[in-house]
């Protein structure tokens, strides 16, 4: 995928509706998002790994993409979830570095763009709003969140690092979510009945918003998800590529939770929240997507279309990237198989303060 840079520019801290207002809480955040690059070569060899992982994964014949994810579809119910073993040999870290033979396959499996996620990745990862579409119970915890949803299938793999220690965080909750293939959020399918014909706002901040869907569907969860960060501090996911709605870059959100409790009913409650955020992909390949199924079939395609990354509104693309542009937001994303149609894998390191608790401005 193309490199992506973002001209840098005297970026604005955040400015999405919760955002930081008294002086100690812009400090906080100006503080938060200035933290250093030390953590440089610690991230790239975190994000090489878990490539390496993969690869070998693909190269010595691992069911991948197949049975080792694919979910059982029990007759009448939504597919049931792969658990962490299945989805991946418990010791697939351990295997890429230490046998001899897949030593010799990594000698020819270059991580081309190890240097460029060193230097990007190695910062505080930028808070943003989590935005109108959170629910704050009911994320059930799993790997896979795709249940019915047809798209594109996409792996994301999201390392976490504390920027304190420098080192992978294991046993934090990465809580995910997303609109689907035509960019719609679990639980918000309509619009409010008197803002039926709304038309996205013109110019200012909110350029191409609509108002906020209203939950109208408590029981739909699809395409949200939380899984805990494994030893390697990594979480990973099955999905679809997420659509696009009015206004927004295609994006996923994310919360990371250094304490919750789970629910008996498979869900959790969060406890310390570490950080709020969302992530993005290569705008060409989101127009590549764009002419897929059933992406074609998004209802503002003919309308409206699909909002660029640069155009984003309420500036949380550029946000994300932090206020001096240090951070990328941007997956780095690989093809699963011989085209784009087999799916698509998609990297990306958070730095997160595991000490920090982001409370009071950001909970709705
Ligand atoms: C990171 O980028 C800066 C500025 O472009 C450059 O000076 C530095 O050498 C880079 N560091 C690494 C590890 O690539
Ligand atoms: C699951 O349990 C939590 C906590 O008791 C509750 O808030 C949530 O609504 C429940 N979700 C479902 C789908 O029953
Ligand atoms: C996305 O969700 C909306 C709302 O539930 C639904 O109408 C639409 O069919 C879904 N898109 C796809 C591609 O299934
Ligand atoms: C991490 O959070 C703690 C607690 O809020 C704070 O004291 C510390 O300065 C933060 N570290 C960085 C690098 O921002």
Do not use: A, G, K, T
């Given at each position: 995928m193309l490199a992506f840079l973002f001209p840098l520019a005297a970026l604005a801290i955040v400015s999405a509706h919760q955002e930081p207002k008294t002086d100690a809480e812009i400090e906080t955040q100006r503080a938060l998002q200035r933290a250093a690059y030390y953590c440089a070569p610690a991230v790239g060899e975190f994000t090489a790994a878990r490539k390496r992982a993969w690869q070998q994964q693909v190269l010595s014949g691992l069911p991948l993409n197949q049975a080792a994810f694919a979910p059982s579809i029990p007759s009448g119910g939504i597919p049931a979830l792969p658990t962490d073993d299945e989805l991946f040999d418990s010791e697939t870290y351990e295997a890429t570095s230490t046998s001899k033979s897949n030593q010799e396959i990594l000698a020819c499996n270059v991580v081309e763009d190890e240097t460029e996620i060193q230097n990007n990745t190695c910062v505080l990862t930028p808070i943003v709003t989590e935005g109108p579409y959170y629910h704050n119970s009911g994320h059930p915890i799993r790997q896979n969140i795709a249940e019915y949803q047809i798209g594109l299938l996409t792996y994301l793999d999201i390392g976490v690092i504390d920027i304190n220690t420098c080192k992978p965080l294991p046993n934090v909750l990465v809580d995910i979510w997303q609109a689907n293939a035509t960019g719609h959020y679990a639980g918000h399918p309509d619009p409010a009945p008197h803002l039926v014909n709304e038309k996205p706002q013109v110019g200012g901040k909110r350029a191409g918003l609509l108002s906020a869907f209203p939950r109208t569907n408590y029981h739909e969860q699809w395409l949200r998800g939380a899984w805990e960060t494994d030893s390697h501090g990594v979480a990973r996911f099955t999905t679809i590529f997420p659509g696009y709605y009015t206004g927004r870059a295609t994006h996923v959100h994310a919360k990371v939770f250094t304490s919750w409790s789970e629910n008996k009913n498979g869900t959790f409650t969060g406890g310390k929240l570490a950080h709020v955020g969302q992530f993005f992909f290569e705008d060409d390949l989101n127009m590549q997507i764009d002419k897929m199924f059933p992406y074609v079939e998004n209802p503002i395609r003919d309308i409206r279309g699909r909002t660029r990354n640069w155009r984003d509104s309420l500036n949380i693309f550029e946000d994300s990237h932090g206020p001096e542009g240090?951070?990328?937001?941007i997956f780095k994303m690989h093809l699963l198989g011989g085209v784009i149609n087999q799916g698509l894998v998609g990297f990306i390191t958070m730095g997160v303060n595991a000490s920090h608790e982001a409370d009071n401005w950001w909970k709705p």
């Open positions: 240090e951070y990328d937001p």
